[in-house]
């Protein structure tokens, strides 16, 4: 037999997930028969509902607006350390350069040395 080919990502507003929540807390459908119907995989409809039942304050967990902040901060750090880096290359490529500028005592770099006639 073939191998099932991976279903596209596909995203929904937070509308439609609240509603699938909704569904799965009535309790007049089993959580796999709501993704079914909706043609959604049963693991993302765990997933809304625990996340719902986080943002609710009914289980342990990062809420939502957590989980925003922590992504963002995430990225600002991957900047600044990219930043870093660049800069750090930046003093390394200077201070190898230092030898052609003058230096602070009023000398300058020595002149190269000439071998030959």
Do not use: Y
Not at 10 to 31: M, N, Q, W, Y
Not at 45 to 61: P, S, T
Not at 98 to 104: D, K, T
């Amino acid at each position: 037999m073939g191998k099932k080919k991976p279903r596209p990502r596909r995203s929904f507003t937070p509308e439609f997930k609240a509603e699938i929540v909704e569904l799965c807390r009535r309790g007049d459908r089993s959580v796999g028969q709501i993704a079914k119907d909706f043609d959604l995989t049963e693991t993302a409809v765990r997933d809304w509902v625990k996340q719902a039942e986080v943002d609710a304050g009914e289980r342990d967990g990062l809420t939502s607006s957590e989980r925003e902040e922590l992504a963002a901060l995430r990225r600002e750090n991957r900047r600044l350390r990219k930043d870093v880096d660049i800069l750090k290359r930046a003093t390394a490529f200077f201070a190898s350069m230092s030898g052609c500028w003058q230096s602070a005592g009023g000398h300058g770099p020595k002149p190269p040395l000439v071998v030959g006639p």
